[in-house]
């Protein structure tokens, strides 16, 4: 009785060798590409972005942190113009923020952080705006960090940290 299941002959060698043949370029085409697909780790925690009109000015801020090392050169936004400034009251455009490896640096009002100017809509308590980190490796490579940054008075960690305030 012939089994159905079983390849006869030269077509159970042909199918043993065209698995062998995939799993070999698979592999190859993994290793390939790996150096491409490895990159820094970076790590955005807290993002928010102040309330404002159409048209107006706003602020984000957030927590970032690079493994490696690397720089903060900019930013983008669909929701309006994004620029990185610097600290003070009258804070003026920088070109780059370093982010020394493995230490959190802080996006606060008064401090670093992103500007938004000309939105294109209203911002309001519980949206999320779009923002795209743009981050510089050592190695002078460049890469985008997608961040929504929800819309608050104030940032997650003072609304915790107001919970935990006795009176």
């Known amino acids: 009785m012939y089994d159905i299941r079983q390849p006869v002959g030269q077509p159970r060698r042909f199918f043993r060798m065209l698995r062998a043949k995939n799993v070999a370029r698979l592999v190859g085409l993994t290793l390939t590409l790996l150096p491409a697909i490895a990159s820094a780790v970076f790590v955005v925690n807290y993002p928010w972005v102040r309330p404002a009109g159409k048209g107006a000015v706003t602020e984000v801020f957030m927590e970032v942190t690079s493994i490696e090392g690397a720089a903060l050169v900019g ?64 190695d002078g490579t460049r890469q985008e960090i997608r961040v929504n940054a929800e819309v608050r008075r104030r940032s997650t960690v003072d609304d915790h940290l107001q919970g935990h305030r006795h009176p």
């Not at 500007?115 to 923002?131: E, I, N, T």
């Open 75 to 138: 930013a983008r936004s669909d929701a309006g113009t994004a620029v990185l400034i610097g600290p003070g009251i009258k804070a003026k455009p920088v070109e780059r923020l370093n982010l020394p490896a493995g230490a959190p640096v802080i996006l606060a009002p008064g401090s670093y952080r992103v500007r938004l100017s000309a939105l294109q809509r209203k911002l309001k308590l519980g949206d999320f705006v779009p923002l795209a980190l743009i981050i510089e490796a050592p």
